[in-house]
């Protein structure tokens, strides 16, 4: 393609997505495809003749469209958010023209800079350690992954990272039933076994029991297993539950144990200085996650992790090949060993754009407004006739089922999970099914930058309508 092509299809390309976000709302959310239907209008084989970008389009709008959900659909009620907002999109444009690698501060000394000044940006807004070290990952669960390793080195001494584990007392790793599935990974990636995680016993609001917690360490102590650390969520996926810090941060620092903060979704909300106390304690943690791509406008992928000891991060990661060392050495930052990645995006870019077009101030209106109609949403569900709130609401986030009177639990369950693949279906919103006390429920979570009040009005009809006709 020239120049001149790249002109003139950019440009298209830019007033299809300007039309696609004023009219998102038109699509049903959910894709309304069965399985098979995208794949079978896709060659098997590659093109052995480049084709037109006309035709390529084309297809795009007629054969991709048909098979995409719309996480930029203000009904969008699912999962958490993906708010790709307008600012983070054109700066998502920059990074791919620049085709930036920002492996090391001389393959782009602006992309280093630049992150770590987003990084003191964020900790200032947020209140977080002035002497903590950030770095933009891609995601959460890659950010729990490093914090994984960093705690089987400090646990082993470094044995892990230089003999493997084999030899090694036997591990154990802390968090509550609430913690996301990422973490599981993280600890079967970092080689520390599955069966190494205890699932510390919560409170009737899901948040982890801090004595329970002791006790489980001290029982392990006992039996000669090693801990290794401590994982805390702040807004749990299911339901938003938050555990308490402080409890648990002075457990990690009295028994010496690494500890993990996951606040991917939540952690978004602490630009605001009265949800701030939902992260009292942070201080006392070694590690900390939050997702600007998930609640802080900025598009996937964009992942925030801060450590308290970059010594030890770095102890955990670097590698120094001969290819990788460059003039400036320690004066300078490399990021290319703050994660798992070499080559990396230049994220910092869209943060940027991000903080600078709306302001702070703006940000925290947006989560403010999505936390008033959460609460707003789940009085009119408790008043509802046959529904019933089954969590609290946290932050933006609740749960309720459909609970028609006269109906055994089992029926109950199984009407509800109907009600989920009704509503799916149907395509007005999207929600997410989830877990509470081991009975299925149904999630609500307000995070889309376009999402209006009428938004949230008309999906709640949905439901009730769906509701009433899979009776
Ligand atoms: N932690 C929590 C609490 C989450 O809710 C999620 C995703 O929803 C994750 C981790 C994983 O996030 P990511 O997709 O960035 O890995």
Redesign the pocket.
């Known amino acids: 393609m020239t120049p001149e092509d790249y002109r003139k299809h950019g440009h298209e390309l830019v007033d299809w997505i300007a039309d696609y976000l004023e009219n998102t709302s038109d699509y049903p959310v959910r894709a309304q495809v069965k399985p098979g239907d995208i794949a079978r209008l896709i060659p098997d084989q590659v093109p052995e003749k480049g084709e037109p970008f006309e035709d390529i389009f084309t297809d795009f709008k007629n054969q991709i469209m048909p098979g995409i959900t719309h996480w930029q659909h203000p009904r969008f009620f699912a ?2 958010p993906s708010n790709a907002s307008v600012p983070s999109q054109l700066a998502e444009m920059l990074m791919a023209g620049l085709g930036t690698n920002a492996m090391l501060w001389e393959t782009s000394p602006a992309a280093t800079e630049l992150e770590e000044r987003m990084m003191s940006w964020l900790k200032s807004l947020m209140l977080l350690p002035s002497d903590w070290s950030g770095v933009i990952q ?5 950010a ?1 992954f490093v914090a994984c390793l960093m705690a089987r080195e400090r646990a082993t001494r470094g044995a892990a990272n230089e003999a493997g584990l084999m030899g090694q007392k036997s591990l154990s790793i802390y968090c509550s039933a609430e913690a ?1 599935s ?1 973490i599981e990974k993280a600890i079967k990636m970092a080689g520390m076994g599955r069966l190494s995680i205890r699932s510390v016993p919560v409170s009737d609001l899901g948040s982890m029991r801090p004595s329970k917690l002791r006790q489980m360490i001290h029982s392990d102590k006992a039996k000669g297993i090693l801990p290794v650390m401590i994982i805390a ?1 702040v ?3 299911g339901t938003g539950t938050m555990d308490p810090l402080r409890d648990i941060g002075e457990i990690a620092g009295a028994e010496d144990i690494f500890m993990h903060v ?4 939540a952690g978004s909300a602490m630009l605001c200085p009265e949800f701030r106390p939902m992260l009292d304690g942070i201080e006392l943690a070694d590690s900390y ?1 939050f ?1 600007p ?2 609640w802080m406008l900025t598009n996937f ?1 964009c ?1 925030v992790h801060f450590v308290r000891d970059k010594d030890a991060l770095l102890r955990t990661l670097a590698i120094n090949p001969a290819y990788l060392q460059t003039r400036e050495g320690d004066e300078v930052t490399d990021f290319r060993d703050w994660g798992l990645q070499l080559g990396r995006r230049f994220r910092a870019l869209k943060l940027w754009f991000v903080l600078r077009s709306y302001g702070a101030e703006a940000i925290r209106d947006f989560i403010r407004t999505h936390v008033a109609w959460a609460q707003r949403l789940a009085l009119i569900v408790e008043a509802s006739p046959n529904f019933e709130l089954t969590s609290p609401v946290n932050l933006s986030l609740f749960s309720f089922r459909y609970q028609p009177e006269g109906w055994s639990d089992d029926a109950i369950d199984i009407l509800n999970d109907k009600l989920i693949l009704a509503v799916n279906d149907d395509g007005r919103t999207y929600l997410t099914r989830t877990l509470v006390g081991g009975r299925p429920v149904i999630r609500f979570q307000i995070g889309h930058i376009r999402t209006t009040w009428e938004d949230v009005e008309i999906a709640w009809e949905a439901v009730k309508e769906l509701a009433e006709s899979i009776c």
């Open positions: 999962f958490f891609d995601t959460a669960s890659s729990t996301h990422s969520t807004g749990g996926t996951d606040a991917a979704w996650v997702n791509h998930k992928d992942t």
